[in-house]
């Protein structure tokens, strides 16, 4: 499904050439739930918004089910975005003027679904995520464990093959996060989406099946754990 | 999609109420001001357009090296029709009410008329004035007949049926033979009654084909698909070829001007009533988009400087998806929504300023809000603001990179650089606006202040009737009991603009070709009752009047002014005793006046020739009083004793002489008024701009208080930015206005000079108007809790 062959990532500066990534080769298969972890400024974040088109390798290449990402247009991304890839923020990122309900509907109004089966989809995920009466809540109004749920509804609603998630619980306290936790593993137990996660706790790194750790912009071991 | 978009605009201004107060009131302001303006503008544009020939009228005016008046010889209207297939039609005004009022009656109504004129039958033809009754083909045919206003017809007759009846003008009955609707605002001419010009046959001045003197105002109607150029080199050809041995006319050249351009453009001398001015229509425009131009710049000052807040919705849409033309289109959208807010405040704003605003410019200004003109112009409006205004906001704010903007970096909000430019600009446009102002005022202020030579406070102007003209002398004793009685004078003309041109042939004296000089005729009480000093020689007698009055061996005196003394360059005391022929007689010259101000300080004082010849247009009483009502009050009985029969319709001379700057008088109010509105809209922005300063910064306010930052010093921090950039606004705006207003005072012969503390004055109170607005959100920073602020972080 992914494939990144030989990904830098590097930022000139006058004299200097900083690398954020250096020669990252990763493979990721539909289904996996992949946590990426390492110290600060290893380049977590800048993997996971490559992974996601938020921003461009320097060099290397790309293959997003067989495509090389670097030829997609802008409209071409932003189709991926509709319909293939789901994001979910430390910061949940929700939009304060629009209520839980028009969060969640969003991504619907620029998919263009009819307005009846939007309907009928929200009212599914608020469902779902037992988040009804909270529908008409601004985010604002609710704590932080709500509105992780309100942003990964909204990462789901449309049915994202793929969810990119960058320290989902990092502003959770431990039982808000193992219930994202939770959903995110029943969600790529049973419906199959593949996830991948940075974070730097071990404990929700534990939900995972693969590990991959990062310093200073390589890949320093795969999956440190299974060896135990 | 488009509701999410509404929906999301209309929270984020209830949510910001400031900020979107801020905007929707600047943005109102600038198009309301617009609004105004527009209609302003149409109305003085529109003049004499509604004529159905209008394009192909024209007025033939004379250009004359010394001056270019609006006036012809009789005979140029019937001489081009017959000599020239390209000329349709043609008619002449003698406008008879200009010099001195008639006297109107019918019955026991009685008024003093100046919107009077003889007209050529052929009026209808030319001019499309709606007749509601009479006969327009005929009304003007025969002589003693009238044609009046419906306001007229009101006045005289009331229910009575006007057509048929008789109205006694001057003494003499005219039939009135139609009535025509009111002469519409925007008209050059707006008289009242048409009186037929074959009434006056046989009068020396009125010929069809031989030259007399220019007394009237000549309208022609042009052929469909005529040249006007061409018509008016083969006129100027024929009457130079035609009249080469006449000195006057060798030396003119006839100027056509096209009706609908009388209005703004012409400029000439004796205009029928007081013009407007191309060049007062550009400035008015150019501030209504300066005052729209500054609103802009606060919706795209505030709009980008909160970039921040948006910053991440911007960020979430592109990474569900958005493209970005689509997120250019969502921003546009609530600039658009955002200025349908402003313009629907503009219409309440220009409903409640539309009176005053008629008041300043002087014209009835009414709103007819179905007319596709000024609904095409809210919309051209609405538009140019959507897109000034909200272009760059949608382009900066919809380019953030999402990586960027959700990893939570600081977004810088848009380029500080760009924002300090235009709060310049601005604060330049301000600053501009407040020195033109100063200096408007300040050269009326001079005008009206300055000496003119003669005594101008408490002098009383009356019309000179025959009969008071016959018993001036009984008059004057009578007078003589009045306490506060300084003087009385007639003659021709008021002091305030003389206006009679003459051509004097001085003894002993090489005059350039075509010389002609100002005449007044005056009875000789006049220099004493207006404290005009003489230089040389005495002023008139008794026996000078006589002696120029008697029926045979008439003889002249002549007094001249100092500027026709010093274009001989001759000392006046050996100019006494020359003598000088003028107006058909002659007589010497017995004294030099010091010079006055005999028309308005955009001229130079001309020469001018007195001489004591009766026919007077004014009588002017001269009072030494500080009690002005009880002696006007007592004049009015000697008067009403003496002339029951005549109206006392007074005016004061300082009143008559104020109004010859009732342009400059009103551009200078325009100007005050939006001068003050363009600071007003500029301090909006900045009270916005300060307190998202206030509020970004926060945090520093916070540490640098903990480190023992007083609240002075905190405020001094603010304000200190802001005041560098009206500093800078400062310096743009001085060169400008010396610039721009250097060239208006040039349209004085007489001027102020433009002096630095005017600029200086200008800056400081814009510094100081700056200073406290921004002191206003500083100081809610500077008393901020440093805990409470540190904490927030």
């Known amino acids: 499904m992914i494939k990144l062959r030989n990904i830098d990532k590097y930022i000139d500066k006058r004299f200097q050439r900083t690398f954020i990534l250096k020669g990252i080769n990763l493979d990721i298969q ?71 309900y028009e969060n969640i509907e969003m991504p619907l109004l620029y998919r263009k679904v009819k307005s009846k089966k939007r309907k009928a989809m929200v009212a599914d995920m608020l469902d779902r995520f037992n988040i009804v009466a909270k529908k008409d809540l601004f985010p604002p109004q609710l704590s932080g464990g709500q509105q992780q749920v309100v942003g990964v509804a909204r990462a789901l609603i449309g049915s994202p093959k793929i969810i990119l998630a960058d320290e989902p619980t990092g502003n959770l306290h431990s039982e808000q996060s193992e219930y994202i936790m939770e959903l995110f593993k029943k969600l790529n137990e049973e419906e199959g989406v593949t996830i991948i996660q940075v974070t730097h706790s071990e404990k929700m790194a534990a939900y995972g099946n693969r590990i991959i750790n990062l310093k200073d912009g390589a890949v320093v071991e795969e999956n440190p754990y299974e060896e135990e | 999609m488009l509701k999410n978009f509404i929906k999301v605009a209309l929270r984020n201004l209830t949510k910001h109420k400031g900020y979107s107060f801020i905007n929707i009131l600047g943005l109102a302001v600038g198009i309301a001001v617009c609004t105004l303006i527009f209609l302003y503008v149409s109305k003085e544009l529109s003049y004499d357009s509604y004529h159905k020939k209008s394009k192909r009228i024209y007025r033939i005016t004379i250009d004359h090296p010394q001056a270019h008046v609006a006036v012809t010889p009789s005979m140029i209207s019937p001489t081009l029709q017959q000599l020239f297939p390209e000329v349709e039609d043609g008619v002449r005004l003698l406008d008879v009410g200009r010099f001195s009022p008639l006297v109107v009656r019918h019955g026991e109504k009685v008024f003093e008329e100046r919107k009077i004129a003889y007209a050529d039958s052929t009026l209808f033809d030319v001019f499309d004035f709606k007749m509601l009754a009479g006969d327009a083909k005929t009304a003007l045919v025969k002589p003693q007949t009238v044609v009046i206003t419906r306001d007229m017809a009101q006045r005289y007759f009331g229910n009575e049926s006007p057509v048929g009846n008789t109205l006694e003008i001057n003494d003499n009955d005219f039939e009135v033979t139609g009535v025509i609707e009111n002469i519409p605002d925007n008209s050059h001419f707006k008289f009242d009654f048409f009186m037929s010009l074959v009434t006056r046959s046989g009068w020396s001045q009125l010929s069809d084909s031989e030259w007399r003197a220019a007394n009237f105002y000549t309208y022609i109607v042009l052929q469909e698909g005529a040249e006007i150029l061409e018509l008016n080199r083969k006129v100027n050809d024929y009457i130079s070829k035609q009249f080469s041995d006449n000195e006057f006319a060798s030396a003119l050249s006839f100027v056509f001007e096209p009706l609908e351009d009388i209005h703004l453009y012409s400029g000439v001398r004796e205009a029928i009533q007081s013009q407007g001015d191309i060049r007062y229509i550009i400035a008015a425009i150019a501030i209504a988009i300066l005052i729209l131009i500054i609103a802009c710049i606060n919706y795209m000052n505030l709009a980008t400087a909160r970039s921040a807040r948006r910053a991440r919705e911007v960020g979430i849409r592109k990474v569900l998806g958005s493209e970005r033309k689509r997120l250019i289109g969502q921003f546009y959208g609530e600039s658009a929504f955002l200025t349908l807010l402003a313009i629907v405040v503009s219409v309440l704003l220009v409903e409640l300023f539309l009176p005053w605003f008629s008041q300043l410019t002087g014209q009835a200004l009414t709103i007819d809000y179905t007319s596709t003109k000024f609904l095409g112009m809210i919309a051209g409006a609405g538009i140019i603001v959507t897109l000034l205004a909200g272009s760059y906001p949608a382009l900066m704010l919809s380019s953030f990179s999402p990586a960027a903007v959700l990893k939570g970096s600081k977004v810088t909000g848009g380029s500080p650089k760009l924002r300090k430019f235009l709060v310049v600009f601005q604060f330049a446009a301000s600053i501009f606006l407040i020195i033109s102002t100063m200096v408007i005022y300040k050269q009326i202020n001079y005008m009206q202040q300055k000496e003119l030579g003669y005594k101008q406070d408490n002098v009383l102007v009356l019309t000179a009737y025959n009969d008071l003209e016959n018993r001036f002398d009984a008059f004057l004793s009578e007078m003589e009991q009045v306490p506060g009685f300084k003087g009385a004078a007639l003659a021709s003309d008021t002091p305030t603009s003389i206006r009679a041109a003459y051509g004097p042939d001085v003894e002993g004296i090489d005059e350039p070709p075509n010389y002609v000089a100002n005449g007044l005729r005056i009875t000789p009480e006049f220099t004493e009752a207006l404290n005009i000093n003489i230089v040389a020689g005495r002023a008139f007698t008794q026996g000078d009047f006589t002696r120029a009055n008697q029926s045979e061996n008439r003889e002249y005196a002549v007094l001249i002014n100092e500027s026709a003394a010093a274009d001989f360059g001759t000392p006046p005391e050996e100019l006494i005793g020359r003598r000088v022929q003028i107006s058909g007689e002659s007589g010497p010259i017995v004294g030099v006046i010091e010079d006055f101000h005999f028309s308005s300080l955009h001229q130079p004082i001309e020469p001018l020739y007195l001489f004591p010849r009766a026919s007077f247009n004014k009588l002017l009483i001269s009072f030494n009083t500080s009690d002005v009502s009880t002696t006007l009050n007592e004049t009015r009985a000697v008067w009403n004793k003496m002339f029951p029969q005549l109206p006392f319709e007074h005016e004061f001379l300082d009143q008559e002489y104020n109004a010859l700057y009732q342009q400059e008088t009103r551009a200078g109010n325009i100007f005050t008024s939006f001068a003050i509105l363009a600071i007003f809209v500029a301090c909006l922005g900045l009270v916005g701009l300060a307190s998202f300063m206030v509020e970004q910064r926060t945090q520093e306010i916070g540490v640098r208080k903990v480190l023992g930052a007083t609240a002075t010093q905190v405020m001094a921090l603010f304000s200190k930015d802001f005041v560098v950039l009206v500093l800078i606004g400062f310096l743009i705006a001085v060169p400008v206005a010396w610039y721009t207003m250097s060239k208006w005072l040039q349209n004085f012969a007489y001027q102020i000079e433009l002096q630095w503390f005017l600029f200086l004055i200008a800056g400081l109170v814009t510094i100081l108007i700056a200073v406290l607005t921004v002191s206003w959100q500083a100081i809610k920073a500077a008393r901020l809790d440093p805990a409470k602020s540190l904490r927030s972080e």
């Open chain 1, 30 to 100: 539909e289904g996996e739930f992949i946590t990426v972890m390492g110290p600060s400024g290893a380049g977590k974040s800048t993997l996971l918004n490559i992974l996601g088109f938020l921003d461009d390798p320097s060099e290397g290449e790309y293959l997003f089910y067989h495509e090389p990402v670097h030829g997609l247009s802008e409209k071409r991304k932003s189709e991926y975005h509709k319909s293939h890839i789901g994001f979910v923020f430390q910061a949940y990122h929700l939009i304060d003027e629009m209520t839980v």
